[in-house]
């Protein structure tokens, strides 16, 4: 993919937006926030947190994140799963590189594309997006 001024400017704007959605998260240690965006529409938007139906408590008493917790970028993608849209050939902007388990359900889920922030400078030169051959 060749960067253009104007994509570098849409990656930046998108990535602003998932900050701020990091801020719903509930977990003290860190905050993680994921949009997914196709055709330049946000198809799916997710926080770090836990599973729907239980408390909102992120670590426990020694501040260690408790195994259930799911990370932002499963989260906007099950959410995308659950609306009947799909994210084939997708982008999806997360406020921290993703993990092993979050890359394989990147992957399977057809998200070609990935831009993360972890106080990178973005150029046109910067490497800050994966994209599969």
């Not at 977990?27 to 196709?38: M, S, T, Y």
């Not at 926080?47 to 670590?59: I, L, S, W």
């Not at 426990?60 to 993608?77: M, P, R, S």
């Not at 998200?111 to 990178?120: A, D, G, P, Q, S």
Request: charged share 25%; aromatic share 8%.
């Amino acid at each position: 993919m060749v960067m253009t001024d104007k994509q570098i400017s849409f990656d930046k704007s998108y990535l602003k937006m998932a900050l701020i959605w990091a801020e719903n998260s509930y977990c003290v240690r860190r905050k993680v926030g994921a949009l997914i965006v196709k055709d330049r529409m946000i198809i799916s938007d997710g926080y770090n947190g836990t599973p729907a139906g239980f408390e909102n408590v992120c670590e426990d008493e020694n501040g260690i994140t408790k195994a259930y917790v799911l990370h932002a970028e499963a989260n906007a993608i099950t959410k995308v799963a659950r609306s009947g849209n799909n994210s084939n050939d997708a982008t999806l902007y997360v406020t921290a590189a993703p993990c092993m388990e979050c890359s394989k359900l990147i992957i399977q889920s057809g998200i070609k594309r990935v831009v993360f922030h972890e106080n990178i400078e973005m150029t046109k030169e910067s490497t800050y997006c994966a994209e599969p051959a």
